[in-house]
């Protein structure tokens, strides 16, 4: 039997005089909570995931905030957060949602990040009836079938290996090696840059590693037999650290790309700005035509000490929530089994562009038809559920990640 908060409290209620008292105080609070819209965020606090975990639950808060001080939805009701972390770790994120969907009630997972762990929780989601975002790209996301239930914001591996690919044949390079982490993630990135590079007349070897290895150095070795000039990278910040250091020892020439969560400033921090030289990094950037973001800029900047740049996600996941809410209010319930149905609806053309909670809201209310623009990414949904952001690339320069231009698809 599914155990629910519901159901202790309707044990706690059949027991004794003390019992019926507290059942009182409880029913009381049940009462309050009902009013509640109880939303899950199963973000990567901890571990490899933690570089872009924090900021991301912030953004789902702050579009929380901002809903509740618009007056919350469905005729004033508020919502509330309940934030469990996924560890970077598909057992620990399995066991969180659970707890999210079982004992906390919620109609939402958002949040969640790497491959492994959204594939891993996919299924809970979908059973649970809760609706999951992420900002996870295995193809299998997009091949699976979701039902709604589950809507990639971040941008698949696909689209990440196509934008790596083309950098890379802009550039000029003929010959290129791929070391790529062994799950879903890192060997379907290999795969669409493989493609895309050879298609365009170049030659590539995709090397797959093993994850948490003392040293890589043999992969390192097998890249580099083939004279690459560049070595692209399916990995993450960890094992990315180990690569660059044993790489810089190694002193070989070849130049580096790789995707924003494996090369960001905490890996120039970790390896030092003389390892680090060079390096490209491809990722998300935000909405910037957005009129909110701005806002959302100074606001997650001031909380997080932290550049806006350096957590592309955090945005997408201020996006997830407010996408989740005018759903909500465009179904005319908090029900996850209701709502997803109108997810693609509000976000995505035909509709007025709006680009605040309280327009969006507005019209939502007046029966408009909207496609909201989030201050993430535009929240487009394509024909598999998934959300495609804008693209750009930075360069390590002397200890810094910087901003060099978008890269078109």
Avoid: H
Wanted: glycine content about 10%; charged content about 20%.
């Amino acid at each position: 039997m599914k155990l629910t908060r519901r159901r202790l409290l309707e044990s706690g209620a059949a027991a004794g005089a003390f019992a019926m008292s507290s059942a009182a105080g409880i029913r009381l609070t049940v009462a309050q909570e009902a009013e509640e819209i109880r939303i899950g965020t199963l973000c990567p606090i901890t571990r490899a995931g933690s570089v872009f975990g924090p900021g991301i639950q912030r953004g789902i808060q702050f579009a929380a905030d901002d809903i509740n001080a618009a007056g919350g939805l469905l005729g004033g009701r508020k919502i509330r957060l309940f934030n469990e972390d996924t560890q970077s770790d598909p057992d620990s994120a399995v066991r969180a949602a659970k707890k999210l969907i079982e004992i906390n009630e919620t109609e939402t997972l958002l949040g969640t990040w790497s491959s492994g762990v959204t594939m891993a929780i996919a299924p809970i989601a979908i059973e649970g009836k809760v609706v999951n975002m992420n900002v996870s790209g295995t193809t299998d996301l997009r091949t699976m079938d979701k039902d709604e239930w589950i809507w990639p914001c971040g941008g698949s591996n696909i689209a990440y290996g196509k934008m790596m690919g083309e950098y890379a044949i802009a550039q000029g390079y003929k010959n290129a090696s791929f070391l790529a982490f062994n799950n879903p993630s890192g060997i379907t990135l290999g795969e669409e840059f493989k493609k895309v590079f050879v298609d365009a007349g170049g030659t590539c070897e995709v090397v797959v590693y093993n994850p948490n290895q003392p040293s890589y150095r043999a992969e390192l070795t097998r890249a580099l037999a083939s004279g690459p000039e560049v070595i692209a990278l399916g990995s993450y910040l960890p094992d990315t650290t180990i690569l660059l250091k044993e790489w810089y020892a190694m002193g070989e020439p070849v130049d580096w790309v790789g995707p924003i969560w494996a090369v960001s400033p905490a890996l120039i921090e970790a390896v030092g700005a003389d390892a680090a030289e060079g390096i490209v990094s491809i990722g998300a950037v935000p909405n910037f035509d957005s009129p909110a973001f701005e806002s959302f800029k100074e606001r997650y900047e001031s909380a997080m000490d932290q550049p806006i740049l350096a957590n592309p996600f955090a945005a997408i996941g201020y996006d997830m929530m407010i996408t989740c809410a005018l759903a909500m209010e465009a179904a005319g319930s908090s029900k996850a089994e209701e709502f997803r149905r109108q997810i693609r609806a509000v976000s995505s053309p035909p509709g007025e562009k709006v680009y605040t909670v309280a327009e969006a809201l507005e019209a939502v209310r007046a029966g408009t038809e909207i496609d909201y623009e989030g201050v993430g990414g535009n929240m487009d949904f394509d024909e598999t559920g998934e959300a495609k952001p804008y693209f750009a690339y930075w360069k390590a320069e002397g200890g810094t990640l910087n901003l060099k231009g978008p890269i078109e698809s």
